[in-house]
């Protein structure tokens, strides 16, 4: 890189630097700081002094070394290759890094973010002549098992192809094609750059219309999101955010996944990084790691990469969706994300808003969530971010300022909560104090998907859940047999639809994921107690003789012993329930 020298350093404290004697720099300009040569931002612009925040450990750095900058704003390298690998904050493929430096990562190190050498094979798709446009499609390379690569022409790009290769083999750095622009001839590779704070521009912004499936039934089935959509889940220490955030990157049937360690333990990481590559994909069979790029920022990672951590998150993301794809990301945890805000919005002497976060902190929060959505790509394609955000509130107290702002910022809330977690009830999703947004913009998708039932059947259920909290009031103060067999009876469903569908053991094979149609069934099946029930009780049969029927056994088991191709085998359960009920009922008739 032309590195030339912009200013000195004035005062070093942590990863923020004060300079001065600036010129020629620009605002959120790629600089390396000091001989040692760190990676830094330029963050501030006032005069002749400039505020950089390092991405790296700042000890040893000293007044009076010099500052170069590069002239580009922090930027990340797009294109194939990304696909399976693990990352920092600011894209420094960490396993590379490892294997040259035997350590984690040496100060001032520098490998790109894509290979150079690597080969890929390009299959064109346009032709000399073309008329080229931002986000057009020049051809494709195989860039996993699982994805084809769509080679995108860069934003900035627009003109005649006047040069494209054949079909062959080519690295990223290799010229594939020339573009005869309004200001010259532009090369084009395989590869562009964007930078990281800044969205990816897109045709335009669709609705949001179908769900984003988790095979986790909580999410699906009561309090699903969409494609393109934004969903929290707060909650206290160990709670779940983790394992309920790598069961949407495990299962849901997003094409790729960018998982954000954003802050957490550095085991978490390690958990992911040996069990993706081991993992099937249920619906392509293939590695769970031909769909997903790893960010990893532990806790024991500099705060300042943290910070970028979750833009270069989500531009490659958007990368991605501009190729036409169903993107998710997870960001665990967010909260941390906001720390690293605040220590260095403190570093910086900024006035402290609430609890000691800067005052822009809900803009930040914002424009993050506001990078998901569902959009027509330049190429006229649909893609979609999704976000999935965790929130850590300390004291896993929601009213602190990181959850109420991100509240107002996503449209769907996954809520844990600790008695559940504490009694072992898991995913520990609150089913009163979550919701989603999404439920009228997903109906026609479930309609056409088999679930004509499912808006209805949804309403029931969440109303017997809201009708039980009231009755297990009335059993506080009062004992459960003040309450007659028939209410008892709403009691009775609810527990059996805790144990039966709600709690879903991340840990067993058949019960970790769950297809809409296992899901469409055994929500009828419990439903089909319900109503059977309700009426076999107003016809005289009584809760007791309806509580020993054997068939509840297999209901409440029904999610870890059938597995997503034995769906009928619910139906039957369902007809033997009816069968007993009409049973019992032939006795007292
Ligand atoms: N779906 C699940 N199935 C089985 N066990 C679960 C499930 N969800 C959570 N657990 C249990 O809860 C524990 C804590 O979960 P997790 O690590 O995801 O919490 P966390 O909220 O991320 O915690 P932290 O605040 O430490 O980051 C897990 O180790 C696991 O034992
Ligand atoms: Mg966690």
């Known amino acids: 890189m032309k590195d030339r020298i912009i200013g000195t350093i004035r005062r070093i404290n942590g990863p923020v630097i004060t300079a ?19 990676v830094g931002e330029v963050i501030k612009l006032r005069g002749d002094r400039a505020i950089i925040q390092v991405y790296e450990d700042t000890t040893g750095v000293k007044p009076g070394e010099p500052i170069y900058g590069s002239g580009l704003p922090l ?16 894209q420094r493929p960490l396993v590379q890094i490892k294997e040259r430096s035997g350590v984690f990562i040496g100060r001032g190190d520098e490998l790109p973010g894509l290979d150079r050498d690597k080969i890929w094979h390009f299959i ?6 073309e008329s080229i446009e931002p986000g057009l499609i020049l051809g494709t390379v195989k860039e996993s098992e699982r994805i084809e690569h769509q080679v995108l022409v860069p934003p900035d790009v627009q003109g005649i192809l006047s040069r494209i290769v054949g079909e062959g083999d080519y690295t990223i750095v290799e010229e594939i094609a020339s573009v005869t622009t309004a200001t010259g001839e ?11 704070r800044r969205p990816r521009p897109v045709s335009r912004r669709r609705v949001v219309d179908e769900p984003l499936i988790t095979g986790q039934r909580v999410i699906d089935s009561l309090f699903p999101i969409g494609k393109g959509g934004t969903v929290a889940i707060p909650g206290g220490f160990g709670t779940g955010k983790t394992m ?20 957490e333990r550095g085991n978490e990481m390690t958990d992911v990084l040996t069990e993706f590559p081991e993992l099937i994909d249920p619906r392509t069979g293939l590695s769970l790691m031909e769909r997903t790029i790893l960010i ?20 490659l993301a958007e990368f991605y969706r501009d190729q036409g794809y169903d993107v998710a990301i997870m960001a665990d945890s967010t909260s941390r994300w906001a720390e690293a805000l605040r220590e260095l919005s403190g570093r910086m002497e900024e006035m402290p808003a609430e609890e000691g976060f800067p005052a822009y902190l809900p803009t930040r929060i914002a424009e993050f969530y ?14 979609s971010v999704t976000i999935i955000g965790a929130v850590s509130p300390p004291g896993g107290d929601f009213s602190e300022p990181v959850t109420q702002h991100t509240k107002r910022f996503v449209r769907a809330f996954w809520a844990l909560d600790r008695q559940l977690a504490n009694a072992r009830h898991y995913p520990a999703i609150s089913w009163l104090e979550s919701y989603s947004e999404y439920l009228p913009d997903i109906i026609g998708w479930w309609h056409e998907h088999g679930g004509d039932s499912w808006e209805k059947d949804r309403q029931k259920i969440m109303d017997l859940l809201n009708r039980e909290v009231r009755l297990q009031q009335v059993v506080k103060l009062v004992g459960p047999d003040a309450l007659p ?6 009691i009775e469903v609810c527990t059996l639809f805790k144990n039966a569908f709600l709690q879903q053991d991340a840990f067993n094979d058949v019960d970790r994921y769950s297809t809409v149609e296992k899901q469409l069934a055994m929500l009828r099946l419990i439903l089909t107690y319900w109503d059977r029930g309700s009426e076999a009780i107003k016809g005289g049969v009584t809760l007791i003789k309806l509580r020993r029927l054997k068939v509840l056994a297999e209901i409440v088991r029904m999610k870890s012993v059938i597995t997503d191709d034995q769906v009928d085998r619910i139906d039957l359960l369902q007809v033997r329930l009816e069968r007993s009920i009409e049973k019992l009922e032939s006795v007292y008739a």
């Open 20 to 38: 001065e004697g600036i010129s020629n720099a620009i605002m959120m300009e790629l600089v390396h700081a000091g001989e040692s040569r760190l």
């Open 485 to 490: 067999d028939s209410q008892r009876f709403v």
């Open 186 to 196: 532009r090369e084009l590779t395989f590869m562009q750059r964007w930078p990281i």
């Open 244 to 263: 309920t955030q790598h069961a949407v990157a495990k299962w849901s049937d997003a094409d790729i996944i960018v998982y954000i360690g954003c802050g």
């Open 296 to 315: 990893a920022n532990t806790s024991n990672m500099p705060v300042s990469a943290r910070e970028a951590s979750i833009y270069t998150g989500v531009t």
């Open 75 to 90: 930027s990340v390298e797009l294109g194939p290759g990304l696909i399976g690998n693990i990352y920092d904050g600011i």
């Open 124 to 129: 064109p798709t346009m032709q000399i002549g």
């Open 370 to 383: 506001e990078r998901a959505g569902s959009m027509e790509t330049l190429s006229g394609k649909r893609g």
